[in-house]
């Protein structure tokens, strides 16, 4: 399921990004194209004339750069999930505007592939309904494109194809388009153009005309126009295709004398020599300032023979004001403002014809100067159609852009294998210093006393107690432990517990002792008394002794160092409370704890040291840390141990673990490797339920 997942992502994602580049690249290419077929749009919204000529431009250069971006990211599948989101968001808002434009036509093409490509509005359409399944898709998994670039890398890629796209487009502006998919390209021959091939059918249209009378207004077609009333003041007309003919690349081009309202075309087309027409769709937006090398090239083909006309679609006025502007003396006729727009992408523009066929074109930054023009066009190389250098034009494309992200890829690829092969080598390293390490901490731990330690706290009585320890010490007998298991009982329990104890089963230890010596202190036991009744360990420092009885740091250290001097082995709880767990300050507890009352002992004598972590929150609740809480507190001890005392003492320092251990959760608990056994407190009292704990070192 997952691979066809992959298949099909993968394949959703190569029909985008080819889609997207191709699209933004051929809009990029041509903004003046583009910035046109937003101002179309603009009309058709009824904003004509609201939104500046730089905004739309704007737009232009920026939409078209956003979606060439697009298909280049999601072909190298960078920032995967973003851009999966981004052009899910922009294929619904394009869906939705050729949706418009298919039930209202009000434009006749999207201009979605600029003029490389013409789509019928139902057709965009549909193709944006299948790239918007595809989309969805992206979107839905996106980690299932394979990407090309580690993430480490992938802003050089981005950064260089937003300074491509930017670079391509100022180039196609200041200049000419770099390809130019448009009918009036270098090598047309413009009457050719508009012919029609034998027996092909025309497209045939319906007009229909709008009319006002009296405030109402109303349709005609042109076989009820009221041509006999004259009431009927004409408004505007619109046309539909009724049936879609063969239509010639140029339809749409004639050259007309305004004055004397004669048409030109044929005339200027089939004059046998050279011609130069200057093209500005509006006169009053025309770039004025290279007018001079215009005026000389006027010059020029006049004293040559050459025809110069003007083209344009403004009126007398915006005629008058150019040639008050730049002292022109050239002839300008009409011709139609979007076929001037389609001629040639600069305003003005100019084009060279000879025998009707375009051989040359300039935009007004790039015109022939009166240094080039020294001889007859026929002798300059300018006078003759270039070769075709659209395979050279690719090449530099080729060179500049794609190789470099090729290099860039393969780059990355044989960085990221590096990377992986020498991660690789360190994780086998670190697999093999592991395994020395697991090993040395296995034999270390084996080296490390393994306890289950009883704390009885204050129940039984003495009958009740001696019987228990009798019981506990049966079952031991009866099947040996694989620990040391001792039973901290009352002070009144000890010497009686000790006679019926195998000391080679269980060791018996004290619940507390004094942090005096001896003296005037009624109702404490010292550690001197403790030890005399057969008990070889002691319980210090329980979260129960603190809360209950005050003690404190000082107290303890000096009950620690009265145990050790008598003798006994100090078993000390260290722990944190709820709250302080909640505030993240178990470790700070904890090592407070450590270092105020047992850290100052030498090395010998924190070898009769055992540690017990018991979370104050987990003592008789229920509630148990988790087994890696757990690990991770006495992983913690362990490591405070190794900065005082070292990391050999630290590895032989046994480490328990309290607070509501029973025989379900033991084992869990026991497996892990800083987790040296367990301080039992309500489990110890019923021998089974001991014994069960015990039995987890078994496992």
């Not at 023009?373 to 190389?381: C, Q, T």
């Not at 003492?649 to 025989?663: F, P, Q, R």
């Not at 704990?693 to 496992?699: H, V």
Request: hydrophobic share 40%; charged share 20%.
């Amino acid at each position: 399921m997952n691979k066809l997942k992959s298949y099909l992502v993968n394949l959703c994602r190569a029909l985008l990004a080819i889609t997207f580049i191709f699209s933004g690249f051929v809009k990029s290419i041509d903004p003046l194209g583009t910035q046109y077929k937003i101002g179309d749009y603009l009309e058709a919204l009824g904003l004509a004339g609201q939104i500046p000529d730089w905004i739309q431009l704007l737009a232009s250069v920026t939409l078209s750069g956003i979606e060439f971006v697009l298909g280049v990211l999601i072909l190298l599948a960078i920032r995967r999930r973003m851009v999966s989101k981004i052009t899910l968001v922009f294929m619904i808002f394009m869906t939705g505007v050729t949706l418009w434009l298919t039930i209202g036509n009000p434009i006749q093409d999207c201009g979605c592939f600029g003029d490389a490509l013409h789509l019928s509005n139902a057709q965009t359409f549909g193709k944006n309904v299948v790239l918007l399944i595809a989309a969805f898709i992206v979107m839905r998994w996106p980690l299932y494109q394979v990407r090309f670039i580690s993430k480490t890398n992938q802003w050089i890629a981005t950064y260089f194809t937003i300074i491509f796209i930017l670079v391509a487009s100022a180039l196609s502006l200041y200049h000419l388009p770099i390809f130019d998919f448009r009918p009036y390209f270098i090598g047309q021959n413009i009457q050719k153009g508009m012919e029609m091939p034998p027996g092909a059918k025309e497209t045939q249209y319906k007009t229909t005309f709008i009319c006002v009378k009296d405030g109402v207004q109303k349709e005609f077609d042109e076989n009820n126009y009221p041509y006999d009333d004259s009431t009927w003041v004409f408004q505007d007309t619109k046309q539909e295709i009724i049936e879609q003919g063969y239509e010639p690349p140029i339809h749409d081009f004639s050259i007309t004398d305004a004055k004397t309202g004669q048409d030109l075309t044929q005339d200027i087309l089939s004059k046998k020599g050279y011609t130069f027409l200057l093209v500005s769709p509006h006169l009053e937006m025309a770039e004025v300032k290279n007018f001079g090398d215009i005026n000389s090239i006027y010059d020029y083909a006049k004293a040559n023979g050459y025809g110069f006309y003007g083209l344009t679609a403004s009126t007398e006025r915006g005629i008058n004001h150019w040639r008050n502007a730049t002292g022109a003396k050239y002839p300008f006729y009409t011709t139609d403002g979007t076929t001037l727009k389609t001629m040639i992408r600069s305003n003005p523009g100019l084009l060279l014809l000879y025998k009707g066929t375009i051989i040359n074109k300039w935009g007004h930054n790039d015109l022939p100067t009166p240094e080039e023009l020294n001889a007859p066009l026929s002798l300059l190389s300018i006078g003759h159609e270039p070769e075709n250098n659209t395979w050279l034009k690719i090449l530099m494309i080729v060179l500049c852009y794609i190789l470099p992200l090729i290099l860039l890829i393969v780059a990355d690829r044989i960085w990221a294998w590096t990377k992986w092969v020498k991660k690789k080598e360190e994780w086998v390293k670190e697999k093999e210093q592991s395994n020395k390490l697991y090993q040395l901490l296995k034999h270390k731990r084996q080296m490390r006393k393994k306890i289950v330690a009883g704390n009885w706290k204050m129940n039984e009585t003495l009958q009740e107690g001696v019987a228990l320890a009798k019981e506990i010490n049966e079952v031991l007998k009866a099947d040996k432990p694989n620990c040391d298991v001792i039973i901290c009982t009352p002070f009144i329990h000890l010497a009686s517990v000790a006679q019926v104890l195998d000391k080679n089963l269980v060791g018996l230890g004290a619940e507390n002792c004094a942090d005096k010596e001896k003296g005037a202190y009624t109702g404490e036991v010292s550690a001197a008394m403790v030890k005399s009744t057969g008990a070889e360990y002691v319980i210090l420092g329980h979260s129960e002794r603190r809360q209950y009885y005050g003690e404190t740091a000082e107290i303890l250290k000096e009950k620690v160092l009265l145990a050790l001097a008598n003798g006994l082995k100090v078993i000390f709880c260290c722990g944190e409370t709820l709250e302080e767990r909640e505030a993240n300050k178990q470790n700070e507890v904890v090592k407070a704890e450590l270092v105020n009352s047992v850290f100052n002992l030498t090395e010998d004598e924190w070898k009769n040291i055992i540690i017990a972590y018991e979370p104050i929150w987990a003592i008789g609740t229920g509630k148990t840390a988790t087994s890696d809480q757990a690990e991770e507190m006495l992983a913690y001890i362990r490591s405070i141990i190794a900065e005082k005392y070292g990391k050999e003492i630290a590895e032989e320092t046994s480490i328990l673990y309290g607070g509501s251990c029973k025989a379900s959760n033991a084992p869990e608990l026991f497996s892990k490797p800083n987790i040296d056994g367990g301080l039992i407190g309500g489990a110890s009292l019923k021998a089974a339920d001991f014994k069960g704990i015990i039995d987890a070192w078994k496992k």
